[in-house]
């Protein structure tokens, strides 16, 4: 919960929802519900007795590639610590840990680090915890961590419980339930929380721990399927209640009464597949072959050029831009969640000294009327949220930029720019490249996936491959469907030197990202960039007067006393063709049998009963992750992370609705839908 409030604050003020006040020292107390964090006797110790124990931990995961663990109610992050612990201190443990809990009110970094102090026998944990804890605000949706070097993800919820667990399928092993006491916070014990529980359970069937034993419980779980026990309460408690969810039969796994079997994800091994082919060499192949890396896989990532980062990632700059709408629409919410991602592993490798990039923050100028409209919204929706969003006027604005500015404008501060180049050598460190191979063919055999390269030579076998490259994707037979989803877009940027700005004083310098309709970077080894141009349907890549001239135009509306001293014959640049798709997000996860996809919804026009259609049916163990447009370095790492959860059989990193939103089958389904493709 955010700790706006200070310590002193009285408990008789008018709480706050989020705002907390410390008592003990170091112990958190919500002035708005009334009640503790935790035990402030030995919190450890009834974390240990109510929820490791009550689930059988730490015999649970043994044996087990992966075990999940969800929790209601984040707080301080105790009971993740002590689970972590536990997982760490097992020789016999499962390889990999996740923990997926739900948060309404996160705690401050700073609020965090002071808990954790009671628990001096966890900072080892504690302080990974901390390092990973995002300083600015939590925006509701999902946040996913990778801790103790990739074994272990945590993935926070931010918002209301039973809809974050509603939308959310996480193959939960055990259950955690521990939101404030029944008295205090009755929407964390209400039955229909409880069903959210259930539908997002394994469906091998589930264990639950809760510290209370209050009929509001029993009767909920109870409603929802689980087998209730009471138990012996933590110290003074007289019960606590143990629960069981039993498995889902066969025929009944993996469909919800609510949800579209075209959506459904093919089941996967539960071992995690250990030999994956990447087609594509850019940002996004790149972004997977870490992603796998990380889970133990033996990755091989295969790129036509002689070179990896040889497209659109090829470029010397890359702006790291969130992008927020007004609606908190589905295709805000996916990108809101990709810069989240790609911000924290950008800056983690940053720090680190492998990327290089500089968080100076991007500046989207309103000139407009419908731009000042859709700035107004946006503070609307994110009020006294300046770390992450503010409005500049024109003085402010040109002091952040460092020139002159006509108008002000929306300021990110925790935006900038980043060296794709740089990011994608960062993440093939430990893979195995080839280089100067266009795959042509992917085929089956028994022993897994075998790939033909353009020179005749098989490579393999795989467990898996995943088609990561641009408009060649559709070249493959398996997707070869793709040719009328995705369009090529050229684009053009332009290149000139810093002494056009400082002038050979120094006195003038642009500090910050400039977005308008087009963009302008500070100088990188000397050199800023302009961009960029946007050409539809031109697979070109030759370098343009005429392209540069048009950047030099976009740039003259805003700043006409640097574009004057511009000439497109004399600017360097280079061009490059991006694949985007009509909806504007990109297609990622496995890849749609297009032709078994007509065959088995042949009639989706007519608006038939979900219950009548079987799963879909996919291309076994090929995958898709393109379409990314101009927008690779916000979404090509969290598109990873999906395809390698996926792959994995671990818990996705986005809700259903997203998911669906970025389903390659997507189009298919629109397609039949509308009558655009017929049977």
Sequence with gaps: MTADAPSEASETTEPIAGHIIWRDGNVPFSPHFGDVYYNPKDGLAETRYVFLNGNNLPTAWHGLENFTIGETGFGTGLNFLAAWQCWTQDPDRSKRLHFVSVEKYPLSRDDMIRAHQSWPELSEFSKQLADIWPTETMLPGIHRFVLGDGAISLTVLIGDATPCFGDYDGNIDCWFLDGFAPSRNADMWHADLFSALASASNDAGATLATFTSARIARDGLEAAGFVVTKRKGFAHKRDMITATLSATPPNEAGLKSDEAPWFILPKSPSSCQRSVAIIGGGMAGAACAQALKQRGCDVHLFEKNSHTAGAASGNAIGMLEPYLTVDHAIMGRFYEAGFRFSHRMIKRLSNTGLVEADFCGVLDMVTTAREQERQDGLLERLPDKADLVKALNRDEASAA?????????????????????????ALTREVHIHLSTEIMV???????KILTSRDGLEHGPFDAVIIAGATESYQLAQTEWLRDCLQPVRGQISTFPESVVTHGNGTDKIRCVLSHK??????????????????????????????HAFNIAQLAKILPDLASKLSPGDLDGRAAIRPITTDHLPMIGPAPDYDAFLAAYPDLDKGKNYARYLNAPYHKDVYICTGFGARGLIAAPLAAEILASEICAMPLPLEKPLMHAIHPARFIIRGLKRRQITV
């Design 442 to 448: 992917i085929s089956d055999h028994a022993s897994g």
């Design 401 to 425: 930029f460092g020139l002159p500015l006509p108008a002000g404008g929306l300021f990110y501060p925790n935006a900038g720019w980043v060296n794709p180049p740089s990011f994608v050598k």
């Design 518 to 547: 087009g963009y302008i970077t500070p100088a990188r080894n000397g050199v800023h960039v302009l961009g960029a141009t946007f050409s539809r349907d031109d697979t070109q890549t030759d370098l343009r007067e005429d392209d």
